[in-house]
């Protein structure tokens, strides 16, 4: 069956430390893969997204994530976390198929 | 910038109540697409529409209906709200993915509308 893991509920982290959010699929066919963020009270915005290529992408607000077929994964990192990093993290899978999101990874970022 | 707009950030209604939410989009996208939020569970697909008057039903339809009479407009429809229907709900859209019709691309949100059933 096809699944996205986020297996970090809620990760707490110092303000400039480095972060990484964790992603696990499960998917019959090649992915298209995605990270989207969701500040509080407001709707979801793409960080980045992997279709094909180059397997570690850049996004925007200075994050970036690695595709590693291998270990069916897509973590999303950033090296230095700001305080407006905090926020709710989605991981997405999809191809020709509907969209499949994972639970969400809420970050909180201590000053 | 593409912009995805929902009607109501916030509602209050009643038990029994008929409730339309209200979502458009002004990039010419072929797809939309309407998703429940909950803690815990993440988003949800209710509803999606591929291309005008063509609905599908997502992952969870019971309990709602959808209405796509223009390109740009997606509507969600609650026949008889419940209280289990409270929810953040999360309209989008996108063009068609790379295999064409049916097919889904980069999702672009509106800021949702969270409705409470009372």
């Known amino acids: 069956a096809q699944s996205v893991t986020q297996p970090d509920i809620h990760i707490t982290v110092s303000e400039g430390a480095s972060l990484e959010l964790r992603c696990n699929y499960s998917y019959g066919a090649t992915p298209y893969l995605f990270w989207y963020v969701q500040s509080p009270g407001q709707g979801l915005q793409l960080l980045l997204k992997y279709f094909s290529g180059d397997t570690l992408v850049q996004g925007i607000k200075g994050f970036e994530a690695e595709f590693k077929r291998s270990q069916s994964s897509f973590n999303l990192r950033k090296p230095s976390v700001h305080w407006s990093d905090a926020a709710e993290y989605f991981c997405a899978v999809g191809n020709t198929d509907k969209l499949i999101f994972g639970t969400g990874t809420r970050l909180q970022v201590f000053p | 910038d593409v912009k995805v707009t929902q009607s109501s950030r916030y509602l209050v209604k009643r038990t029994g109540e008929k409730v339309f939410l209200e979502c458009v989009q002004d990039?010419?996208?072929?797809?939309m697409f309407w998703y429940r939020q909950d803690p815990g569970l993440g988003l949800r697909l209710i509803y999606f529409s591929y291309d005008v008057k063509m609905k599908e039903k997502g992952d969870i339809p019971e309990g709602y209906s959808v209405s796509r009479e223009k390109k740009e407009r997606f509507s969600l429809i609650l026949e008889s709200a419940s209280t289990n229907q409270t929810s953040m709900y999360l309209c989008?859209?996108?063009?068609?993915?790379?295999?064409?019709?049916?097919?889904?691309?980069?999702?672009?949100f509106g800021e949702g509308s969270r409705l409470t059933v009372l």
């Open positions: 990039m010419d996208h072929e797809n």
């Open positions: 989008a859209s996108s063009f068609y993915g790379v295999a064409g019709p049916g097919t889904y691309g980069e999702l672009f």
